[in-house]
């Protein structure tokens, strides 16, 4: 038996702006989107490389302003990636931390993606 890569699931509320953000900024591919019907709350899957994140409009599903890790082999382009394509509602920096370095951005509900290249002892 193993264990896969867990798939995090965040709250959005927009869709619009959850494709602005994911997709036109960071990059993200969509896999999917499911509604129930016409007018109904979206369920999106988008990835970029390893990373498969959801994102949900249903109330019950999770809550704004979680925080996820995100390890990258090469933050530096990332953040160069990001910086040039000079979004309006984030202007990302790398931060020095004890564990490594640490690139914060925030979707427009609140969620932190937290890119990191972390140290390996």
Request: charged fraction near 20%; proline fraction near 7%; hydrophobic fraction near 40%.
């Amino acid at each position: 038996m193993q264990l896969a890569a867990p798939i995090p699931i965040l709250r959005s509320f927009d869709e619009a702006k959850a494709r602005a953000f994911y997709c036109e900024f960071l990059g993200f591919s969509e896999d999917w989107s499911h509604r129930f019907e016409a007018g109904l709350p979206l369920y999106l899957q988008l990835s970029r490389d390893g990373c498969v994140l959801h994102l949900s409009e249903h109330h019950g599903d999770c809550c704004p302003g979680a925080a996820l890790r995100i390890s990258v082999d090469d933050l530096d382009g990332l953040h160069a990636e990001l910086t040039a394509r000079a979004y309006a509602n984030a202007r990302p920096s790398i931060i020095n931390q004890p564990w490594g370095r640490d690139m914060t951005v925030t979707d427009p509900f609140g969620n932190r993606l937290i890119f990191t290249d972390i140290r390996t002892p």
